[in-house]
Every structure is written in structure tokens, then in C-alpha cells.
């Protein structure tokens, strides 16, 4: 199993999840190091993270002010070129917001921040998450989001059904997103946005060991 050498994890002003997700890299053997926002350099990674958190305080919208960072332009052409993109949380937002993946992310229903562990059911492998895992599987990883509502217009949600693009759907839908979406890709697969935390489901000390598969996947795919 051939482990990608570098993965380049971005951080924004207000990101907080960047260290938890290099020591998920790392501890799967893959090695990981951060790329600033404000540098459009992505330094020759193989893969890259966009993580967690609360990128330039959620001013605006969730992700609206980062997607004109100068790195999301090198994100966008390194997507395009078919180079591996995930998004965790404020990441799957970042993604939306620069038209990386179709949709947006609303307040929660019930105008409440949740954080709490949730099972989320497999949909679709066809995607650089999906190695290693079954259609139908349902693992549990953690939510920590105030916006994590998916929305798309009606005629982005058949697309969506039609070429297996939702990943992950909410086996109890906590936020009130369209179709108990959790986690969808682009066409290609090779970029995937997801609001539950999986770079926190990688040891029983955190409540579950189900993100590791997803990682991993994620580095050998």
C-alpha cells in the first residue's frame, strides 16, 4: 500500500483543527505539513486537507471570505487536474463557497451549535474516501459545526442522486440538512467536502476509530 508522501493541510486565520489532522496523517505514515493561506504555493504536496475550524471568524458567511485567498486559486487547479481535495467541516464550506462542490452550508435547524458523536451511513465509494469501505456501512464520527445545514437547488440534488456523488448521509439527521446529507464529492471523486470530523474518530481515547478508514482511503487512494 503506497502511503502519499506529502499532504498539505491549509490554515486560515481561525482555522483549529490543522494539528489534528496532520496527527492523523501522520500516524497512518503519511507525512503532512501546513500551507498558509496567503501563499499560493501548494509546495509540490500529493494531497490536499482543507480543515476544520473558523476561517477569518466566519465573517460573512462560513468560508465566503476565505475563497479568495491566494492558495484556493492553486486548490482549484490542482482539484482540476484531478489532485485529491478534502474538506472537514470549515473545509466543506471553503469548498462551496468556491465553487468546488455544488450546494452551501446553513445554520443547524434549531439555531443551535452542535458537538456530539453521530453515525453517518456510507453512500457512495466512488471517491477518494471510499477505499475500503461498503455501500451501506455506518460508522461514527464526530459533528462540531454551527453551519452545517446542506442545501442545493432541486435540480443540483437529482444530479447529485444520479451520478453518486452524496458520500455520507445522517442515519438521525442533527442539523436539518437536505436528504441527511453529511458528506458529498464532485464528479470526479477526487474532491470530497464532509461536515463530521473524521481526523477525530481515530482512537477509542476520542469515542471511535471509524475516521482511520477514511483517512486512509484518502492517503492511497
Known amino acids: 500500500m503506497c502511503i502519499r508522501d506529502r499532504v498539505g493541510v491549509v490554515r486560515f486565520p481561525g482555522t483549529n483543527c490543522e494539528f489534528d489532522t496532520i496527527d492523523a496523517i501522520r500516524a497512518l505514515g503519511g507525512d503532512a505539513e501546513v500551507l498558509w493561506h496567503g501563499d499560493p504555493?501548494?509546495?509540490?504536496?500529493?494531497?490536499?486537507?482543507?480543515?476544520?475550524g473558523f476561517a477569518h471568524g466566519d465573517y460573512l458567511r462560513c468560508g465566503a471570505?476565505?475563497?479568495?485567498?491566494?492558495?484556493?486559486?492553486?486548490?482549484?487547479a490542482f482539484a482540476l487536474n484531478g489532485g485529491p481535495v478534502l474538506g472537514i467541516c470549515n473545509g466543506f464550506q471553503v469548498l462551496t463557497e468556491a465553487g468546488l462542490l455544488p450546494g452551501a452550508l446553513q445554520k443547524n435547524i434549531g439555531m443551535k451549535f452542535l458537538c456530539s458523536m453521530q453515525q453517518i451511513e456510507v453512500v457512495s465509494t466512488g471517491n477518494v474516501l471510499g477505499k475500503g469501505s461498503t455501500v451501506g456501512d455506518c460508522i461514527q464520527i464526530p459533528i462540531n459545526h454551527f453551519e452545517g445545514n446542506y442545501v442545493c437547488p432541486p435540480e443540483a440534488l437529482e444530479e447529485l442522486?444520479?451520478?453518486?456523488?452524496?458520500?455520507?448521509?445522517?442515519?438521525?439527521?442533527?442539523?436539518?440538512?437536505?436528504?441527511?446529507i453529511a458528506g458529498i464529492c464532485n464528479e470526479s471523486g477526487n474532491v470530497v467536502g464532509m461536515m463530521p470530523n473524521p481526523e477525530r474518530a481515530t482512537s477509542m481515547l476520542l469515542g471511535s476509530t471509524d475516521g482511520t478508514?477514511?483517512?486512509?482511503?484518502?492517503?492511497?487512494?
Open 161 to 180: 442522486e444520479a451520478r453518486q456523488q452524496i458520500v455520507f448521509r445522517y442515519t438521525d439527521n442533527p442539523n436539518g440538512s437536505t436528504r441527511d
Open 65 to 76: 471570505i476565505a475563497r479568495f485567498s491566494p492558495v484556493m486559486e492553486s486548490v482549484a
Open 213 to 221: 478508514a477514511l483517512i486512509r482511503s484518502f492517503l492511497t487512494a
Open 41 to 52: 504555493s501548494l509546495k509540490n504536496v500529493d494531497a490536499v486537507v482543507i480543515p476544520g
